[in-house]
């Protein structure tokens, strides 16, 4: 972090903190920010083997409606993201991955939050059952390729991550299925 800022944390909860960040900018103006510290997340793109992807619908509380995404989830403390992608895949959808590999990592969203997102693809897939958190409400769906990207197309999809990990999975594995 740059020399100079001054850090009060004003909320410690068990998904993330909030700290505000007072500094003197480059013009010598005194500028607050408020930050989210997340210690970060995976999302997982789950493709069976006739290429149809595993999606889920999950109640988010915050937006009041139900969304069509990935499997997702929060790093578990000293969790590494491999892991992490693993252990939601199985919770979420059910799945058990025999091979979980690294599409790319981006910032969900940096102008306010330090959450970095780890994306995987899971493929040779077997099904184990779901083992839900309290209060998930989530439902698996099965769809084609072409489907999910026409969801992303028509404004189905609107999960920031889920757009991005299967934008980035349809690009590196090329347009075949």
Known sequence: MRAGIETETTHRGRLFSVE???FTDAHGRSV??????????VVIVPVLDDGRL?????????????LWELPAGKLEA?????QAAARELQEETGYRAARIRPLTAFFSSPGFADELIHAFCAEELTHVGQNLEPGEEIEVAELARGEVLAMIADGRIRDGKTIAAVLMWHHFSGNAR
Request: no cysteine; net charge positive.
């Open 54 to 66: 595993v999606l889920i619908r999950n109640y988010r509380i915050a937006v009041d409606d139900r």
């Open 32 to 41: 607050r920010r408020e930050i989210v510290r997340h210690p970060g997340a």
């Open 20 to 22: 505000v960040l007072s």
């Open 78 to 82: 000293g969790e590494e993201p491999p």
